[in-house]
């Protein structure tokens, strides 16, 4: 197998998701573990959730496919990500998943969702470069938002969070640092998808201002987790480093526009 054709290649991977007991990361642990992953790490603050999706996958793909270790992305990077590499020995796909939008906590809502995905993705980034002692390379996914396009009245600290992940994951992925390093970075923008946190904007904001916000965007409908799984599973094995690409509207993954979309006045 050529270096690329490896580096696609899911069966026997280490997988470590973020936030993976439910929804979009959930769903993208699944999709890799039903496309032969030796392993799917589920990190989340959430301990029943946690334990129950571990039940979930194990009884689905078998005894140990899932692994659930309590974690707070915010704090834990540095002990827990050397206890997964002493007990797994190496990651082979690092995903980025775990994400707040308490617009009222923003300094929470940075910390979780632009600084945690920034230091996890550095950390695994050093254990993956094939420049390193025992590097075997390997790919970070990181999770932005469709909303990291546009600028419009909603989410705007939310916002600033996911245009900071895709700024950063983009610069790391570039091309350049692929040569370099022989790690990937990829970033996925999904669209309105029907989970927790997608059902939280109604108690922010009115219903009348989110109305015309979708309809300016043409949203045509609030997805599934599964088909930003499925996106996911899909981008790992097509995907040169340093692109980013949108998952919307229950469709397959099509490249980010390179653009920022202003809402006008209304
Ligand atoms: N739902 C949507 O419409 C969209 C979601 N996204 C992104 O997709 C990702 C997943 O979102 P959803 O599944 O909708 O969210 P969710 O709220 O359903 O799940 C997020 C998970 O992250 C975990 N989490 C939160 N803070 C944590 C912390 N400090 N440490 C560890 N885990 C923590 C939560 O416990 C939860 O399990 C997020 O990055 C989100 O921004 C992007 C675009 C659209
Ligand atoms: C357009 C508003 C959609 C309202 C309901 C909704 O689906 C909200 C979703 C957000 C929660 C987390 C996200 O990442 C979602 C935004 C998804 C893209 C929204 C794009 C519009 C925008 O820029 O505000």
């Known amino acids: 197998l050529k270096d690329t054709d490896k580096e696609r290649e899911i069966e026997g991977k280490v997988v470590v998701v973020t936030g993976g007991t439910c929804d979009i990361g959930y769903a993208i642990a699944d999709h890799f573990l039903n496309n032969g992953a030796k392993v799917a ?64 906590e923003p300094r929470k809502l940075m910390l979780i969702n632009a600084v ?29 938002s469709t ?41 996925l923008c999904p669209g309105p998808t029907n989970t927790t946190l997608v059902n939280n904007v109604y108690n922010l904001y009115e219903r009348k201002l989110v109305e015309k916000v979708i309809k300016y965007y043409n949203f045509a409908t609030i997805q599934s987790s599964d088909n930003v799984g499925r996106g996911a599973v899909e981008v790992f094995r097509s995907s040169e480093s340093g692109k980013s690409w949108d998952i919307v509207d229950e469709k397959p993954p099509v490249e980010s526009p390179n653009t920022i979309t202003v809402m006008p006045e209304f």
């Open 41 to 104: 790490i589920l990190l989340d603050i959430k301990i029943e959730e946690g334990i129950q999706a571990e039940k979930e996958l194990n009884s689905k793909y078998g005894e140990n496919k899932a692994v659930f270790i309590q974690c707070d992305v915010t704090v834990d990077s540095k002990r827990l990500s050397e206890y997964i590499l002493r007990k797994f020995k190496h990651v082979d796909i690092f995903v980025n998943n775990a994400a707040s939008v308490e617009e009222n």
């Open 116 to 144: 945690a995905t920034i230091e996890w993705s550095i950390i695994f980034f050093k254990h993956m470069r094939k420049d390193n002692f025992r590097g075997e390379g390997g790919t970070i996914i990181n999770i932005s």
């Open 147 to 187: 909303a990291a396009h546009n600028i419009d009245p909603l989410y705007a600290t939310y916002k600033a969070s996911k245009f900071a992940i895709l700024g950063f994951s983009q610069s790391l992925g570039h091309k350049y640092n692929y040569n370099k390093y022989g790690v990937r970075v990829l970033t």
